[in-house]
């Protein structure tokens, strides 16, 4: 089986920020995850390039659009590599395979009769890239999504008819419970239908900055909206109306999202899917909002939290565990330093960090680095029962998205392994003569680092491969299914001396940010 996972395709008119990085983060790791099972895995991401608001933000900085895209679109990509975020492809929306393939979509869907033309008169809100009937506006001017105002438009357009999807759309998250995740966000969504859908206009005339109609529709004063041409992307990438090569991973396993264009997902977008008769995705992941320090970040504010800087700081690997632990999914987080270093020292440095200085210090002092399991299941059938029941329990966390239950209950690994040599201090044994049962808890510490750093590998690639490296194995695919669906021990192994992990964090290593 292959398995489908994206990220947005983020809007070039600004840098990432650390929204964005959660966002990529969760799609990595369960990429990742999924690439860990064996399972055939494409992992996309991109940047989002038409539309109004770039063609404004490039107007303002005084560049001609495209290359404006250029620059933005590759400080996404430079960031995401120096990350090691495992992307399949990067699409960019002003690729020529997606824009050939948006303008077959726009054909199916007109030659099907789902798209008709006729005279768009609202609102329209530049940052958010969405129509507003005047009933939905805050004060009869400002963004019900953003809070900003929005500007008239009066414009001849194209439209979808969204409206004869309604029934369709509400069976659907009635016969499927889990499309939008966590379920907690399905309300607002099935509310939303249920209070009628308009048409939606799907081109616009007052720019020029987006895809240009098809040929075959002669109408050369249109381009697509931006929320047409963006949502293909998950189809186009895969080589929908080019050479569709990679087709066979559609239908997606998740979209990524954050809850702010959960309705882009989950309405318009299966809305699309089933006009051009194409399968739906299996889920909509929406995840919640962070601020820092408790406040919503701006630009204006000055507050924005730069990936980059803090990856610099901490590690990125430290901020990828932050970020999955701290929140529950689809819940807001907020990101403090505070919080961030209380993590690192407690549970990376404390936890996972001292139980391989330990098993490094221990076979070292006791048995010249080589750990031999023997013993293990004599002297420690109960620890590694409860072990493997840990272990029996992550997958439906990870595959529910659940990343900080997921990473809670891997931590109870590292609990059980520092409980074993607390209650049966090898140290003591080995005084007393009683060398193989020190051993055997040195080998079962051992092992239990080992099946965890397999499992924690998603989340910290580089970290644990240092910690594998210190164990002498490999995490891949078959120790993966040696060491956790087999439940077997590395037996015989050398232990490889490694410099301490996560050196704990005494003062914030950024400046805070400005208060308001
Ligand atoms: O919406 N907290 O792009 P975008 C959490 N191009 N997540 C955040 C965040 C925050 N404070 N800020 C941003 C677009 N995000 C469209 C998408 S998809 C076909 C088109 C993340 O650059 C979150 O994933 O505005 C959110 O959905 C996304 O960035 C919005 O990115």
Not at 27 to 33: E, G, K, L, N
Not at 43 to 49: H, M, R, V, W
Not at 250 to 267: E, M, N, Q, S, Y
Not at 334 to 341: C, P
Request: aromatic letters at 12%; a negative charge; one cysteine or more.
């Amino acid at each position: 089986m292959s398995k489908y996972i994206t990220t947005p395709i983020y809007y070039v008119n600004g840098e990432a920020h650390i929204g964005h990085a959660y966002t990529t983060f969760i799609a990595d790791t369960m990429a990742r995850y999924e690439r860990l099972k064996g399972e055939d895995t494409f992992f996309l991401t991109g940047t989002d390039e038409h539309g109004q608001k770039i063609e404004e933000s490039a107007e303002k900085a005084g560049k001609p659009t495209q290359e404006f895209a250029d620059e933005i679109s590759a400080t996404f990509k430079n960031l995401w590599d120096e990350f090691g975020i495992s992307y399949d492809k990067f699409i960019r929306t002003t690729d020529e395979a997606h824009m050939k393939g948006v303008q077959k979509a726009f054909e199916v869907m007109y030659a099907k009769g789902d798209i008709y033309k006729d005279f768009y008169e609202g609102h329209y809100c530049v940052s958010c890239e969405t129509f507003f009937p005047e009933t939905q506006l805050v004060d009869g001017e400002f963004c019900p999504d953003c809070g900003r105002s929005t500007s008239v438009v009066k414009e001849e357009s194209y439209f979808f008819k969204l409206s004869k999807y309604e029934d369709r759309l509400l069976k659907h998250y009635e016969e499927n419970p889990e499309f939008i995740m966590p379920k907690s966000r399905a309300n607002e969504v099935v509310n939303f239908v249920k209070g009628g859908l308009r048409d939606l206009s799907v081109t616009r005339t007052s720019f020029s900055w987006g895809v240009k109609m098809p040929a075959s529709i002669n109408d050369d004063k249109h381009v697509m909206y931006v929320w047409l041409d963006a949502l293909l992307n998950y189809v186009t990438a895969l080589g929908y109306g080019s050479d569709e090569a990679l087709m066979n991973y559609w239908p997606a396993d998740v979209h990524f999202v954050g809850k702010d264009i959960l309705r882009f997902h989950a309405i318009y977008w299966p809305a699309f899917l089933m006009s051009l008769d194409l399968p739906l995705p299996k889920h909509i992941g929406a995840h919640g909002w962070w601020t820092r320090d408790g406040e919503k970040m701006s630009k204006s504010k000055g507050n924005v939290v730069s990936p980059k800087e803090v990856a610099d700081a901490y590690g990125v690997e430290n901020l990828r565990y932050f970020m999955l632990r701290e929140v529950p999914f689809g819940q807001d987080g907020d990101f403090s330093q505070r919080a961030f270093i209380d993590r690192i020292n407690s549970e990376l440095s404390n936890d996972l960090g001292n139980l391989l200085n330990r098993i490094i210090g221990m076979s070292g002092k006791y048995s010249e680095f080589v750990i031999d399991s023997k013993d293990a299941e004599k002297y420690h059938a109960k620890e590694l029962e409860n072990m493997n029941s840990v272990l029996d329990s992550l997958d439906s966390f990870m595959e529910n998205l659940q990343t900080h239950r997921y990473l809670e209950e891997l931590w109870k690994l590292f609990a059980i392994g520092n409980g074993v040599i607390q209650e049966y201090e090898p140290w003591v044994k080995m005084k007393n003569n009683q060398e193989d049962e020190a051993l055997a808890t040195v080998a079962v510490v051992a092992n239990i680092l080992a099946k965890a750093a397999v499992m924690l590998h998603p989340v910290m690639p580089e970290t644990t491969k240092i910690i594998a490296n210190a164990l002498s194995f490999e995490i891949n695919n078959e120790s993966y299914k040696e060491l956790v669906v087999d439940k077997k021990l590395l037996k015989v192994f050398t232990i490889e001396k490694v410099p301490p992990l996560f050196p704990r964090v005494e003062e914030p290593l950024m400046t805070e940010a400005p208060k308001s």
